[in-house]
């Protein structure tokens, strides 16, 4: 399994963006899929988007068109470019491997709040 650890949230105005950042460790990174996941308040963790390790994405369908996600191997970190960003986006993201297995570790997360 990795460890992760999530960076980069914030609060931001509908329409503007942002670029989270998830560091791993503790495996060899290039081995795993990684997903970005959302917790928004009151409801439960989903995928968001994925890549495998091949460079192929998934984003659900609320995301599509406006993130993209990312990952630079030699330095063992995935991003997600999130533009057009909206009320409903709100959540605390969280990077882990995908697919998830019963081993695996969740980090903190980072906080995007998008209000006005």
């Known amino acids: 399994q990795v460890q992760v650890m999530e960076s980069g949230g914030g609060l931001v105005q509908p329409g503007g963006s942002l670029r989270p950042s998830c560091v791993a460790s503790?495996?060899?990174?290039?081995?795993?899929?990684m997903g970005w996941y959302r917790q928004a308040p009151g409801k439960q963790r989903e995928l968001v988007a994925s890549?495998?390790?091949?460079?192929?994405?998934y984003y659900a369908d609320s995301v599509k068109g406006r993130f993209t996600i990312s990952r630079d191997n030699a330095k063992d970190t995935v991003y997600l470019q999130m533009n057009s960003l909206k009320a409903e986006d709100t959540g605390v993201y969280y990077c882990n491997e995908f697919p998830l297995t019963y081993k695996s570790q969740w980090g903190q997360g980072t906080q995007v709040t998008v209000s006005s």
């Open positions: 890549i495998t390790t091949t460079g192929s994405t």
């Open positions: 503790g495996s060899i990174f290039t081995l795993y899929g």
